[in-house]
T-cell receptor, first 115, second 116 residues
Framework: AQKVTQAQTEISVVEKEDVTLDCVYE???????LFWYKQPPSGELVFLIR??????QNEISGRYSWNFQKSTSSFNFTITASQVVDSAVYFC????????????FGGGTRLMVKP | DSGVTQTPKHLITATGQRVTLRCSPR?????VYWYQQSLDQGLQFLIQ???????AKGNILERFSAQQFPDLHSELNLSSLELGDSALYFC???????????????FGPGTRLTVL
């Protein structure tokens, strides 16, 4: 069975600080996909990134970066120089071949960025 | 805007009632997924339909049912509602043309259901 754990339920930082959101996953499949979604206060789910299990290259997109380490089954997300607009709940999710296309979400991390 | 539409945006009803949530997928997407986000259970997968047929089932209660119509829109029916069914219900769609590649899921804005 697949499982995603986001141990940090809530993080509070001051604007311009860097912050890392942790994600640990479990799956028995060798082919799987990992995701991060952002849920702002308005409630919609905004797709941020997808990574497949064969691509361990880290990715950077502006102030966002992701660190994928298969050895520790982790897919961590770092926001550099955080801004108030980054305040949201962030979800890590997993999909493997056994589960078809369905997503298994972690419990989410609420990030509060204070001015 | 993901291209996935959900109606209504908000729904308030009483225990014991039945409601229908509607989802229109992105143009060309054959698969529709329903997810429930509640305080107790977090975000969890309910059910998937592909081109009118049920493809996968998650933690969906027997009181809940779904279907996908020939025009590919989908409806999620919730009956004998309980207080604990209050949640945000998301619909997502994807192309699902087959093959090894993952097909991106695009989420709608959600329907917030409040059961009083």
């Amino acid at each position: 069975a697949q499982k995603v754990t986001q141990a940090q339920t809530e993080i509070s930082v001051v604007e311009k600080e860097d912050v890392t959101l942790d994600c640990v996953y479990e799956t028995r499949d060798t082919t799987y996909y990992l995701f991060w979604y952002k849920q702002p206060p308005s409630g919609e789910l905004v797709f941020l990134i997808r990574r497949n299990s064969f691509d361990e290259q880290n990715e950077i997109s502006g102030r966002y970066s992701w660190n994928f380490q298969k050895s520790t089954s982790s897919f961590n997300f770092t926001i550099t120089a955080s801004q108030v607009v980054d305040s949201a709940v962030y979800f890590c999710a997993l999909s493997d071949r056994n589960a078809g296309n369905m997503l298994t979400f972690g419990g989410g991390t609420r990030l509060m960025v204070k001015p | 805007d993901s291209g996935v539409t959900q109606t209504p945006k908000h729904l308030i009803t009483a225990t014991g009632q039945r409601v229908t949530l509607r989802c229109s997928p992105r143009s060309g997407d054959l698969s529709v997924y329903w997810y429930q986000q509640s305080l107790d259970q977090g975000l969890q997968f309910l059910i998937q339909y592909y081109n009118g047929e049920e493809r996968a089932k998650g933690n969906i209660l027997e009181r809940f049912s779904a279907q996908q119509f020939p025009d590919l829109h989908s409806e999620l029916n919730l009956s004998s509602l309980e207080l604990g069914d209050s949640a945000l219900y998301f619909c997502a769609s994807s192309v699902d043309v087959g093959g090894p590649a993952y097909n991106e899921q695009f989420f709608g804005p959600g329907t917030r259901l409040t059961v009083l």
